[in-house]
């Protein structure tokens, strides 16, 4: 009898899968765009019930709200909706060759992560820890703060390096025509 | 009662499983557009590989790393979309097939 957990699980793995595997077959962008979301939104449930919660709210708020509308706000942009399936050059042995080196790479990862064996706590954050300090979200904001400080204030250095490279981009092309 | 409960190795199947998909997706697909999203479906496999190492190691220094890495998937996906806005103006196409401009 699976926990109610683990059917959870399945239904998020199972539309994650199908939605990845649709992603990388769909002949429209915009609807690979489309069943990306449905992934990131899988990858928030599954993050969700691994009670990582802040983790799952930035899913959803950074990926699915900010990221995939850039995507299809360029794909709109550009006119690239065109439905090209670009797989139809290959021939039927590529394909296959394709197919298999992915699922032979697929299994090396699988057995090196077996290969890991048992991996005993080497931390002090256990659930009910995490939950008498106020929660998921309190206990990794103090982590930002405290450990992590140097390494947030550098994210803020990349961010601006992020907009300045980005209206660098745009300027010159302008600039060019 | 022997109830099957979620564990480590299946997450950690999973988002290898993604990881495939995505690293597949990169060698077939010949639009910009369409590697860049396999590109954050990698990401994502690896964002929750940390999230569940972390759990094992009963730590919440991944989850921190999760939220960088989320951080520089933005900025990632802010330039390289702007990198594809220009070349389509440069070169009209997002087939990475017809970006030769060293061979012209």
Redesign the interface.
């Known amino acids: 009898m699976p926990s109610p957990q683990m059917i959870a699980f399945l239904v998020f793995f199972v539309v994650a899968i199908a939605s990845a595997f649709s992603v990388i077959l769909q002949k429209n962008p915009v609807s690979s765009a489309l069943s990306l979301i449905l992934t990131l939104f899988s990858f928030a449930g599954i993050y969700a019930l691994e009670s990582a919660h802040l983790v799952a709210a930035l899913q959803i708020l950074v990926y699915t709200g900010a990221i995939m509308v850039l995507f299809i706000f360029v794909i709109m942009l550009l006119a690239a909706d065109t439905p090209v399936l670009d797989l139809v050059k290959t021939s039927r042995f590529t394909k296959f060759v394709i197919g298999v080196s992915g699922a032979t790479f697929f299994w090396i990862l699988v057995s090196l992560v077996r290969r890991a064996g048992a991996i005993a706590p080497t931390d002090q954050w256990t659930p009910e820890k995490i939950e008498s300090a106020g929660g998921n979200t309190v206990a990794i904001s103090g982590l930002l703060f405290s450990r992590f400080y140097f390494a947030f204030e550098l994210t803020s250095f990349l961010i601006l390096a992020a907009i300045v490279a980005t209206i660098a981009l745009a300027k010159r092309q302008r600039s060019q025509s | ?1 022997n ?4 564990e480590p ?6 988002a ?10 990169i ?5 910009l ?2 590697m ?3 590109v ?2 990698m990401l ?1 496999s690896v ?2 590989i940390f ?11 991944g ?2 790393v ?3 890495a ?10 390289g ?6 070349l ?3 070169l009209k196409t ?2 990475s097939e017809k970006i030769q401009l060293l061979r012209d």
Request: with cysteine; charged share 10%.
């Open positions: 009662m109830q099957l409960v979620m190795w299946m997450t950690i199947a999973f290898l499983a993604v990881f495939s998909i995505g690293l597949v997706g060698v077939i697909r010949r639009n557009l369409v860049l999203m396999c954050e479906l994502n964002n929750l999230i569940t190492f972390s759990r094992v190691h009963q730590s919440l220094t989850d921190a999760v939220l960088f989320m951080t520089i998937a933005a900025a990632e996906s802010a330039v979309l702007g990198l594809v806005i220009a389509y103006r440069t997002v087939e």
